[in-house]
C-alpha cells in the first residue's frame, strides 16, 4: 500500500463532524488527569445547579431564598439535620446498589422493584412472625436481601443466556413488582384495623432502633458502604470487577469469569436494593405503604454517577442528595413547589454529569 493510500486511512480515534457550519475534530482522550476529570465534573455539576436555580426561581422562589433553605436551615436546625440523615440511610444503600451494577456493566434500572420485593420480604416475616423476637430484625433483614436477590436475578439471567437487555427488563419488572405490591395492599395484607391498603403496623422489636436520637438505619447503611469498598478495592472479586468495568471482552479474553463476575455484582446489587426497602419500611414507616419506592431509582443512579462508582464517595454524595431532598420538602410546604421539581432537578444533573462524561472522555478541536 503506498502512503498516499495509507493517509487515507481515517483513524479511528478521530473523527471529523460539522455544526453549523464549523468544522471540527473529534478525538478520544488517551488519558487524563484526575485533576482535570474533577475540574470537568465540578463544572458541569455547577452547570445543573445553575440551570435548577434558575428553574426555582421562575417558579416562585425566591432567590436569596433558595441558599437559606437548602444549606442555613437544613444544616443548622437540629430536625432538618435529623431528617436528612434519617433520610440519607436508604439513599446510601440505592447508590450503593447501583454502583456495584454500574461496575459488572449492568445497568439496573429496577432499583424500586427490588427495594419493594425487600419490603415485602421483610413485611412477611412480620405478618407470620417468623422466627423469636431478639432475631426477627436479623431475619427480617436477610428476608429482605434474599428476596429482591431472587427477583432481580430474572433479569440476570436473562442477560446472560438470552442476551436480553437489562435495561429493558429490568426498568419492566419496576412495573410487574409494583402490582403485586397493590394486589398484596388491597387484598390479604390489608390492614384490617382501619381498612386501609397498607399492611399492619409493625411490633416494636421489628423497628430499627434509634441511636442518640438518630435512626439506627444509619449504622447500618455505613456499615454496609464499608462492606461494599472492602470488596471492591482489597478482594481479587473487586479486582476482577475493575477487568469486566472496563471490557467485558477483554476481561473474558484473558481468563476472567466474567458472567460469574456479573451475575454476583447483580445479586448483591439486588440485595442493597432490597435491604434499602427494608429500611424505608421498618425505620421510615413501620409498615408497608403504596408507592414507599418512589423516586429511590433516579437518586440512585445520581448518586452512582456522581461518585463515579466509589462506595465511600456515594455516602457523601447520598447525603448530598438527602439534603436537597429534605429542602424539596421544605419548597413544597413554603412555596407550593411540587415533589415533580425535586425530581427535576435530580435529572438536570444527572444529564450534565452524563455530559461531563463526554467531554473527560473526548478532545474538541476546530478546524479552521
Not at 3 to 18: F, G, L, Q, Y
Not at 70 to 99: K, M, Y
Not at 254 to 282: K, M
Not at 287 to 302: A, E, K, M, P
Request: proline share 4%; hydrophobic share 55%.
Amino acid at each position: 500500500m503506498s502512503e498516499d493510500a495509507i493517509s487515507t486511512v481515517p483513524n479511528p480515534a478521530t473523527s471529523k463532524r460539522r455544526l453549523h457550519g464549523i468544522r471540527f475534530n473529534l478525538e478520544v482522550r488517551r488519558d487524563i488527569s484526575p485533576w482535570w476529570q474533577a475540574a470537568y465534573l465540578a463544572g458541569f455539576i455547577a452547570l445543573g445547579i445553575g440551570i435548577s436555580a434558575i428553574i426555582l426561581i421562575w417558579a416562585g422562589v425566591p432567590a436569596g431564598d433558595l441558599i437559606d433553605q437548602f444549606l442555613v436551615e437544613t444544616l443548622t436546625d437540629s430536625d432538618n439535620l435529623r431528617s436528612v440523615l434519617f433520610q440519607g440511610a436508604p439513599f446510601i444503600l440505592v447508590g450503593l446498589s447501583a454502583s456495584v451494577a454500574f461496575r459488572a456493566r449492568f445497568w439496573n434500572l429496577g432499583l424500586e422493584g427490588q427495594m419493594i420485593w425487600g419490603g415485602i420480604g421483610a413485611t412477611f416475616i412480620s405478618i407470620h412472625h417468623i422466627g423469636p423476637e431478639a432475631l426477627r430484625l436479623p431475619i427480617m433483614i436477610f428476608a429482605a436481601a434474599a428476596c429482591a436477590m431472587a427477583w432481580v436475578a430474572i433479569a440476570g439471567q436473562l442477560k446472560l443466556k438470552l442476551a436480553v437487555n437489562e435495561i429493558i427488563s429490568t426498568l419492566l419488572m419496576n412495573y410487574v413488582a409494583l402490582n403485586f405490591l397493590y394486589h398484596l395492599l388491597y387484598g390479604p395484607w390489608r390492614d384490617a384495623t382501619d381498612g386501609f391498603p397498607h399492611s399492619p403496623k409493625y411490633a416494636d422489636f421489628e423497628r430499627l432502633p434509634d441511636f442518640f436520637s438518630f435512626s439506627g438505619a444509619l449504622p447500618l447503611a455505613l456499615i454496609t458502604a464499608l462492606g461494599v469498598w472492602w470488596l471492591v478495592s482489597f478482594t481479587r472479586f473487586g479486582f476482577y470487577m475493575k477487568f469486566v468495568q472496563a471490557s467485558d471482552k477483554v476481561a473474558g479474553a484473558v481468563g476472567i469469569p466474567v458472567a460469574r463476575i456479573t451475575l454476583v455484582s447483580v445479586l448483591l446489587s439486588g440485595a442493597l436494593a432490597g435491604i434499602a426497602g427494608f429500611v424505608v419500611a421498618s425505620g421510615q414507616e413501620g409498615r408497608l405503604i403504596q408507592n414507599f419506592s418512589d423516586g429511590y431509582l433516579f437518586s440512585g443512579i445520581l448518586i452512582a454517577f456522581l461518585s463515579r462508582n466509589n462506595p465511600i464517595v456515594a455516602v457523601i454524595v447520598a447525603m448530598l442528595v438527602s439534603m436537597l431532598f429534605i429542602s424539596g420538602q421544605s419548597l413544597q410546604v413554603f412555596y407550593q413547589i411540587p415533589f415533580a421539581m425535586v425530581q427535576l432537578v435530580q435529572a438536570i444533573i444527572v444529564i450534565c454529569v452524563a455530559a461531563s462524561e463526554f467531554l473527560i472522555r473526548h478532545r474538541i478541536h476546530i478546524v479552521r
